[in-house]
């Protein structure tokens, strides 16, 4: 079962503009982390922002915000004033927590939501 | 300051030719992993080392190896590429394995196999 729902493969937004990216998860832990991550053309992965489960605040990083909404399993990016150089993919990931047995979990990604900014 | 470095940023490899990627961190992070990313797609796990201790996926293919000869640099060994395995890939490291620990990327090399 997908892990990771990003249901939106393209957004465009106006420059100076507030747009949300959307992300769904699904998981029984309890203890599980949250990320999301910007990959502009150049290919490089540039950590925004994490939400961690037990986390009551929504997390705010400068322009950035995630609406988390634990009992809808949600955790949407909100971009405030939009501007041409957010224009990238931007991937949704969990981690979810240690194993019992030991081991580790992988950090899953959603499949990502293409960004284009306009002027 | 760059916190995780790969070298080179492009390759260009011929098919059945050996080659090796290289990562390094400043971070000091006990974790480093090495991810595979195709187009439009998103990265896909190949394996980590969790100090010395290696992990492999299950999925990850005998052609790729690892090597991580200290805690600073990690490489990516591809025995015999093929077209398929042209691709970016990503390093990443992270303080530990835990829900809250962050992976932190660096710019990836762009493979190309002729």
């Known amino acids: 079962a997908q892990k990771i729902t990003q249901t939106q493969p393209g957004m465009f937004v106006q420059e100076k503009e507030a747009v949300t990216l959307d992300c769904t998860y699904d998981t029984s832990d309890q203890s599980y982390g949250l990320f999301w991550y910007k990959q502009p053309s150049s290919g490089e992965m540039i950590f925004l922002i994490y939400?961690?489960?037990?986390?009551?605040q929504n997390a705010t990083e400068g322009r950035y915000s995630l609406n988390f909404q634990k009992a809808r399993k949600s955790a949407n990016l909100v971009i405030s004033a939009s501007q041409l150089g957010d224009s990238a993919m931007y991937f949704c990931?969990?981690?979810?927590?240690?194993?019992?047995?030991?081991?580790?979990?992988?950090?899953?990604f959603g499949a990502g939501t293409r960004l284009a900014v306009h002027p | 300051d760059a916190m995780v470095i790969q070298n080179p940023r492009y390759q260009v490899t011929q098919f059945g030719k050996p080659v090796t990627l290289s990562c390094s961190q400043t971070?000091?992070?006990?974790?480093m992993y090495w991810y595979q990313q195709k187009s439009s797609q998103a990265p896909k796990l190949l394996f980590h080392y969790y100090d010395k201790d290696f992990n492999n996926e299950a999925d990850t293919p005998d052609n790729f190896q690892s090597r991580r000869p200290n805690t600073s640099f990690c490489f990516l060994d591809i025995r015999s590429p093929g077209l398929g395995d042209a691709a970016m890939y990503l390093c990443a490291t992270s303080r530990d394995r835990g829900a809250r620990n962050t992976q932190y990327f660096g710019p990836g090399t762009r493979l190309t196999v002729l």
């Open positions: 990931a969990m981690r979810e927590g240690p194993l019992l047995q030991g081991g580790y979990n992988k950090l899953i």
């Open positions: 939400q961690g489960s037990y986390d009551e």
């Open positions: 971070l000091n992070h006990n974790v």
